[in-house]
């Protein structure tokens, strides 16, 4: 049983290593406040094993939107939450 217990607990650790945000490039096209939505031109996103795009993502806090405007270049981090592919961290790039 403890061999079973430590199996699961490397299983759980590896599976959250690779499900890791990683930093994207991104370009605000479009946001839309009222839905918690922003739109996204961005570069391939590992962590998704996405391709570059422009798409339209959530965002997990609704006031991530007040830091960033339309034309924006910025650095994200996209992950599945709920299902749904979710702006986890967004900053303006420098
Ligand atoms: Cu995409």
């Given at each position: 049983?403890?061999?079973?217990?430590?199996?699961?607990?490397?299983?759980?650790?590896?599976?959250?290593?690779?499900?890791?945000?990683?930093?994207?490039?991104?370009?605000?096209?479009?946001?839309?406040?009222a839905?918690?939505?922003?739109?996204?031109?961005?570069?391939?996103?590992k962590n998704?094993?996405?391709?570059?795009?422009?798409?339209v993502?959530?965002?997990a806090?609704p006031?991530?939107?007040?830091?960033?405007?339309?034309?924006?270049?910025v650095?994200f981090?996209?992950?599945?939450?709920?299902?749904?592919?979710t702006?986890?961290k967004?900053?303006?790039?420098?």
């Amino acid at each position: 049983m403890r061999g079973f217990v430590t199996a699961l607990a490397i299983t759980a650790f590896s599976t959250a290593a690779l499900a890791q945000a990683v930093p994207v490039d991104g370009q605000v096209t479009k946001i839309n406040e009222a839905q918690g939505k922003i739109t996204l031109k961005h570069g391939p996103i590992k962590n998704l094993d996405m391709e570059g795009m422009t798409m339209v993502f959530v965002v997990a806090d609704p006031s991530m939107l007040n830091a960033v405007k339309v034309g924006d270049k910025v650095k994200f981090e996209a992950d599945r939450v709920n299902g749904r592919i979710t702006v986890t961290k967004i900053e303006k790039a420098t």
